[in-house]
């Protein structure tokens, strides 16, 4: 099996996939799945491109790991399936929601909606190894953090949400002079109790961007 970008991610970033470094990642990413449990699904390590085409990208929401436990990843970062108990800091994510669109707290765990709306849910790793965070973070992060300057030089006016200390690093890899950056604590409960999250309106703020350039706002509610 390989492992390819769908949509134009593939077209645009076709000489960061056909280089030795990214097939060293492929063939590790390969052997890792076959000896380990490994998060999300094999065919969902790419579903955030899949669901977010670049032509139709206006936000960036960036994560750092998929979830590490069993039925928990998809591909899209903070989103689980349908019927999974919503992890800390998705509930976090969805109280502050809540406040910040007036809506109510959602069902589902899902976030295709916003994918499907131009919001590119991207971890910094694509890939985890069941109950060991960060497994794979040293080997993805040189292809994601590719895709992250490919995005500040390609397009126009993409909101960035960095959210925590590890998202902030990345704010180097963007021309803020071209988009939109909005930085926050991260919302698990160890940065939201302590101040660092609620009340950031990065739902609104998203949309005010989006406005004032143009750009249909997201319907973030779920």
Partial sequence: MKLILPNDWNLELKELTEAVTFKNLEEYILKE?????????LNQIFKAF?????????????????YHGAHQATGMSFSVPLGVKHPPSLVNIFRELETDQDTSYPISGELDPWAQQGVLLLNTALSVVEST???HLKEWSFFTDAIIEHISKRSEGVVFMLW?????????????N???????????PLSANKGHWFGNAHFSKANHYLEGIGKDPIDWRL
Avoid: M, R
């Fill in 33 to 41: 799945y076959e000896s380990k449990a490994c998060y999300p699904p």
């Fill in 50 to 66: 899949e669901y977010c085409s670049l032509n139709q990208l206006k936000v960036v929401l960036l994560g750092q790991d998929p």
């Fill in 133 to 135: 965070p960060g497994a």
């Fill in 164 to 176: 925590g200390g590890f998202a902030h690093k990345k704010e180097k890899l963007i021309d803020t």
């Fill in 178 to 188: 071209k988009h939109c950056i909005l930085k926050s604590g991260h919302p698990s």
